[in-house]
């Protein structure tokens, strides 16, 4: 008697779970559906509004590419065919000024939200005046890319090397997947649930009829408004890149300078720099004259550091 009252439970217990599966099913079902039948209310807000975001969507990627995921939607990775664009973009233009260079990328990116960062390396062979100018035609691309530091060659090559990233656009917004009625195929069947069970799978084959009439007319409003978020987020990481951008200029101006040996150049990302060379400077205002607060910092023998902050 009490292995038959165990086993009448656990069949009890199949019915009512094949029940509120079903029912689950249903209730999403209705959600989707009015928020699809919501969506059509608003023909410019939200039918016409997937066109709009891609078309935004193709302006940032143009300047701030997306990185791409690789497994799982939590493991990002640079994709080949935007390094490669990169490469040659850089390649034709140092080619344009008669520059000799080096590029390595590395395979692994430094993921932050909602930009990430593949760090680069160029090695540049000839003067101080090459590799100034190697680091603004990094600055000058149309697809944003950094410039962190640069360092003289000590080798019996005569050049620098010049240190940055390559931005990648990781902040993506998800979103959950709508519903399907078919899942209720996959929902296990008992004998003991009844005509409610039999009524649930009709209803439910009734809405996904209905879901994929809809689906040719409105977009997946959950999508829409993950992609929005994704489109704000992606503004942001642009504009934050491009401020970046445009203070890390100043490696450019610090390359050409000449009243001072310089043999390292760090930028702050802020407008300023630590820069380090030979000898010593009586005045550094007048090697990097007066636009800069200059901090004179400690340094081995023979050799001269100084910070410089943006005013």
Request: proline share 5%.
């Amino acid at each position: 008697m009490r292995a038959l009252l165990i086993a009448l439970e656990l069949l009890l217990g199949c019915e009512t779970r094949e029940v509120k599966q079903l029912e689950q099913l249903k209730a999403r079902l209705d959600v989707a559906l009015e928020e699809r039948k919501a969506c059509a209310e608003q023909p410019r807000a939200c039918v016409a509004a997937p066109k709009q975001l891609a078309l935004e969507r193709t302006r940032l990627e143009r300047v701030l590419p997306a990185a791409e995921a690789r497994g799982s939607a939590s493991e990002l990775t640079a994709p080949v065919a935007g390094q490669d664009a990169f490469r040659r973009a850089l390649a034709s233009a140092a080619g344009t000024h008669g520059l000799t260079l080096e590029l390595r990328l590395d395979a692994e990116l430094k993921l932050e939200q909602p930009a990430c960062a593949q760090p680069v390396t160029l090695t540049v062979l000839g003067s101080d005046d090459d590799a100034a100018t190697l680091a603004g035609l990094v600055l000058d691309l149309s697809r944003v890319a950094q410039t962190e530091r640069a360092a003289r060659l000590h080798s019996t090559r005569r050049g620098w090397q010049i240190e940055g990233a390559l931005p990648w656009f990781c902040g993506a917004a998800s979103w959950e997947p709508e519903p399907e009625a078919a899942a209720a195929d996959g929902i296990a069947r008992s004998r003991l649930s009844g005509q409610r069970a039999h009524l649930l799978r009709q209803a439910i084959a009734i809405r996904g009829a209905e879901l994929t009439w809809w689906r040719t007319r409105t977009p997946y409003p959950p999508a829409l408004r993950a992609e929005r978020t994704t489109i704000d987020a992606w503004r942001n990481a642009l504009a934050t890149a491009l401020t970046r951008r445009k203070q890390d200029r100043v490696l450019v101006a610090l390359l050409r300078n000449r009243q001072a040996a310089l043999d390292r150049v760090v930028v702050d990302g802020r407008g300023g720099a630590v820069v380090e060379g030979v000898g010593g400077l009586s005045d550094p205002r007048v090697a990097f004259g007066d636009s800069w607060d200059v901090e004179v910092e400690g340094a081995p023998s023979g050799r001269f550091r100084v910070a410089l902050h943006a005013r």
